[in-house]
């Protein structure tokens, strides 16, 4: 078995697609970890043999495995610069993540606990956020998707909201276009007690709200431009969110324009009103 493991990573390592698909026919273990911490997968990703990814994930490899040094395929695809073969590991993060959400929903219908990531503690670490169970509530490599979306959510100027702080990744780039004004909604204590620690509450420009958005709806204005990219909610929050839509946006005959956007591992929507 680990002969086998130890063949499949260096067959990724070799960008060998055909080797690939008759080791993993013959039993070798996808989740295989060498003795440096790394999958067959993160192999494939950091050399950006994008058709190795594809096999690998199609036969189950996990896309969110963790080097010893906390990183992901995803991670190593990016900072090798392969953007196919990070598309890949992206798309399969969305489709993992909404496939996860729809069982949590069922498990939450059945009587689990409802609210149960913003009651648990989070822990950061220079490129991640994470919550109680190990999973990335946020990671730095998604920095060039939130740089986009403000750029998007500034392209009106005026004022801007942004619910869920998270790494703040977002936030400064939002920051970065000077808007007017800059007001962020983020529920969970820890998050919130590091926002202040980090001095968002000094700038002039922000305004920060403490609390679920279901709970400070009331506290809420209205906007030129809204982010929205919370944790641990489910497409009907994402729905309710809508319908607050044409309150929250600035014109009272607004147009609504949907920009970009189911994003990784969560869902995350950008709103302008023209
Ligand atoms: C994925 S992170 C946001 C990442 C952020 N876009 C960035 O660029 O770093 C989600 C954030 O939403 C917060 N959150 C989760 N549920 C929320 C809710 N109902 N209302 C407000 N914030 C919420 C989480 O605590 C977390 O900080």
Redesign the pocket.
């Known amino acids: 078995m680990e002969a086998e493991g130890e063949q499949l990573c260096e067959a990724a390592r070799n960008g060998d697609v055909t080797k690939v698909n008759t080791l993993i026919k013959s039993g070798a273990d996808v989740s295989y970890f060498d003795s440096d911490g790394l999958t067959p997968l993160m192999h494939a990703a950091k050399l950006g043999y994008t058709d190795v990814v594809k096999a690998l994930l199609e036969a189950g490899a996990p896309w969110n495995a963790l080097s010893p040094a906390n990183q992901s395929a995803g991670d190593f695809a990016m900072d090798a610069g392969h953007q196919e073969a990070f598309e890949v590991l992206l798309n399969a993060g969305i489709q993992a993540e909404l496939i996860l959400g729809t069982i949590a929903r069922k498990t939450k219908k059945d009587g689990d606990c409802e609210g149960a ?2 009651d648990d503690r ?1 822990s950061f670490s220079e490129d991640k ?1 994470m919550d109680s169970d190990s999973k990335a ?2 990671m730095a490599w ?2 060039p998707l ?1 740089e986009a ?1 403000a750029k998007a959510v500034c392209s009106g100027g005026g004022s801007i909201l ?12 939002i920051q970065q276009y000077g808007p007017a004004k800059h007001t962020i ?4 204590p820890e ?1 919130y007690e590091r926002m202040l620690r980090t001095g968002w509450g000094e700038k002039d420009n922000v305004k920060i709200i403490f ?4 709970d ?1 709806l009331s506290q809420l204005e209205s906007y030129d431009g809204i ?1 929205f ?5 489910y497409y009907e ?1 994402l729905r309710e969110f809508h319908q607050h839509l044409p309150k929250l946006l600035s014109l009272e005959e607004f147009t609504l324009i949907l920009m970009a956007f189911v994003e990784v ?2 869902s ?1 929507m950008l709103f302008t009103a023209i």
């Open positions: 990531y913003l989070v956020l509530v946020m998604e920095k939130m979306h942004n619910v869920g702080f998270g790494m703040g990744l977002v936030d400064t780039a909604v983020e529920a969970h998050v609390g679920r958005w279901q400070v982010f990219d919370t944790y641990g909610e929050d591992m969560h995350s």
